[in-house]
């Protein structure tokens, strides 16, 4: 990771003093790396002991921040990881500038390492991922949205680029097929276990202690599997307060409150979790054909991290 960290560095700079500025900002904020830390651990799972999936594990965070840059810009949103948004510091427009500038680079990264089944891999991930952001703005304050197409839009915006990024280091490594399949067996569900938990605990107390404000989603009439779950089990006067305040955005003092109580009454957030505890275990499934060994216990742990985080 410390050489990951030190290609993202290289790769961000530009003679255009706030391109670095900016991309610093997002990137000094923190996060787990946990996807360009999937490219380096699948590889290293199936015996590779080169230097290629470094480059690529950068140019996996690349895409991953060039979207979260688009997001909240989209998203309107002020705070991320408890600290300002780039978008709230630096304004929009630089914002979604400097986002195209780190899928350049990240596209300059796939073509330096000359594989065009790489360059594949990554291009369509990241297609799927707007793909998926366009699916979730025309879901966002729907309250008729189908689980199935909840599930739609957090496979296609978050479990696309886990998928792809394990995936590459498989590939990379020069894996069979049916290694390189489990590989992205396991980055898919993990992604989708990892949005699942992230829903939840937007409506957690304990989201407060990650640095991050409750009730984001709610305030923005996003609809995820808690407020599907207390919709669908709900009396119709539930269902016409989810109405004014996800599909209307009339909210009143107090709404947020009534929200997780009645989620709290329908058990919609543990349900989440289980959810995710769900495809979490598919994930660890993915990777029976590995042979025991700490990289492979390294990426169950992953799992474990990314549910137990909800407590």
């Known amino acids: 990771m410390e050489k990951v960290n030190a290609v993202i560095l290289d790769k961000m700079q530009s003679d255009v003093a706030l391109i670095p500025q900016l991309a610093s900002h997002i990137i000094a904020a923190g996060g787990k790396r946990l996807r360009p830390m999937l490219t380096l651990a699948a590889a290293q799972l199936c015996g590779y002991r080169e230097e290629r999936h470094v480059a690529l594990a950068a140019?996996?965070?690349?895409?991953?921040?060039?979207?979260?840059?688009?997001?909240?810009?989209?998203?309107?949103?002020?705070?991320?990881?408890?600290?300002a948004t780039a978008n709230a510091v630096f304004g929009n427009q630089a914002s979604v500038l400097v986002g195209d500038f780190l899928f350049s680079r990240a596209f300059e990264l796939m073509v330096a390492d000359g594989s065009l089944e790489v360059l594949g891999i990554l291009s369509r991930a990241s297609a799927v991922i707007a793909e998926g952001e366009v699916m979730q703005l025309i879901t966002t304050n729907d309250t008729?949205?189908?689980?199935?197409?909840?599930?739609?839009?957090?496979?296609?915006?978050?479990?696309?680029?886990?998928?792809?990024a394990a995936r590459v280091g498989g590939v990379v490594a020069d894996a069979g097929?049916?290694?390189?399949?489990?590989?992205?067996?396991?980055?898919?569900?993990?992604?989708?276990a990892f949005q699942l938990v992230d829903d939840a605990l937007d409506y957690s107390a304990h989201k407060a202690t990650l640095g991050k404000s409750i009730g984001d989603d709610f305030k923005e009439g996003k609809i995820t599997l808690p407020v599907l779950l207390a919709f669908r089990r709900g009396a119709e006067e539930d269902r016409v307060f989810w109405r004014r305040c996800l599909e209307k955005l009339e909210q009143d003092d107090g709404d947020l409150e009534h929200a997780l109580d009645l989620m709290a009454r329908h058990n919609a957030l543990t349900d989440t979790i289980e959810r995710a505890r769900h495809y979490g275990a598919r994930a660890r499934d993915a990777l029976?054909?590995?042979?025991?060994?700490?990289?492979?216990?390294?990426?169950?742990?992953?799992?474990?991290?990314?549910?137990?985080?909800?407590?």
């Open 177 to 192: 097929r049916p290694e390189v399949e489990a590989l992205d067996s396991y980055g898919r569900n993990l992604g989708v």
């Open 288 to 311: 029976g054909i590995f042979s025991d060994g700490a990289l492979k216990s390294a990426m169950i742990d992953a799992i474990d991290f990314t549910i137990e985080r909800a407590y």
């Open 59 to 83: 140019c996996v965070e690349f895409i991953h921040t060039a979207t979260l840059l688009h997001d909240d810009v989209v998203d309107e949103s002020d705070l991320r990881r408890g600290n």
């Open 144 to 164: 008729e949205t189908t689980e199935d197409a909840y599930l739609d839009v957090i496979s296609s915006k978050t479990a696309a680029l886990f998928a792809a």
